[in-house]
């Protein structure tokens, strides 16, 4: 059984770029969430896919943005980049119904 | 709007001491509560999960109490170990959250178990 996978690991960009995050879900799972995780704090739900649509989403702006394909793999969109956006982004994969999600690696992303 | 704070926020212990770690939030309307591990720049790792109508859940080593009515919840580390050394974290989630993962993280508490 293969575990929750991202990619990039790290990642530079400059501010005003656009990102693409990837993710590949657990064998099995249906639903990928994203997280924030700001250095020193806790993870920040962006939000969540279930049959290739967004099912719940936290305070984040539009320009965060995401997909799920019918694999069950998601990718992360950021566009116009801030240097706020500077941390370290979560990926967690679930089926959909139950409470235990399992986490990815995560992808460093710095803005510089 | 649900607030999770951990204390303390960094804890270093000699190896084989038992400690507790907290976790407070302010609104008792949970569905429920888990505990994770981070090791540094890594994923996160899930150690216990307790529905709102339990009031703990053990593994292993590590004992975790929900008091759902005071907004607390404590997690118990027997026989500390240096492999414990990590960060922790406690997540609510909201029961107006039950059908996503909008769950709500505290800062964590970071432990060091010196061997």
């Known amino acids: 059984e293969t575990g929750v996978t991202q990619s990039p690991t790290h990642l530079i960009k400059t501010r005003g770029q656009q990102v693409t995050l990837r993710c590949s879900s657990q064998?099995?799972?249906?639903?990928v969430s994203w997280y924030q995780q700001a250095l020193g704090q806790g993870p920040q739900f962006i939000f969540q896919?279930?049959?290739?649509?967004?099912?719940g989403r936290g305070n984040f702006p539009p320009r965060f943005s995401g997909l799920q394909f019918p694999n069950y793999s998601s990718e992360l969109n950021v566009n116009a980049l801030e240097l706020d956006d500077s941390a370290l982004y979560l990926c967690?994969?679930?089926?959909?119904?139950?409470?235990?999600?399992?986490f990815g690696p995560g992808t460093r992303l710095t803005v510089l | 709007k649900q607030e999770v704070t951990q204390i303390p926020a960094a804890l270093s212990v000699p190896e084989g001491e038992n400690l507790v770690l907290n976790c407070s939030f302010t609104?008792?309307?949970?569905?429920?509560l888990q505990w994770f591990r981070q090791d540094p720049g890594k994923g996160l790792t899930s150690l216990l999960l307790?529905?709102?109508?339990?009031r703990e859940q053990t593994s292993g080593r590590l004992n975790a109490s929900l008091d759902k009515s005071s907004g607390r919840s404590t997690l118990y580390i027997a026989a500390s170990q240096p492999g414990d050394s990590a960060t922790y974290l406690c997540?609510?989630?909201?029961?107006?959250?039950?059908?996503?993962?909008?769950?709500?993280f505290g800062a964590g508490t970071r432990l060091t178990v010196k061997p």
């Open positions: 064998s099995g799972h249906n639903t």
């Open positions: 609104d008792s309307a949970i569905y429920n």
């Open positions: 307790i529905q709102s109508s339990q």
């Open positions: 967690a994969s679930s089926l959909h119904g139950r409470d235990e999600q399992f």
């Open positions: 997540a609510v989630r909201p029961f107006k959250a039950r059908n996503n993962n909008d769950m709500r």
């Open positions: 896919y279930y049959r290739e649509e967004e099912n």
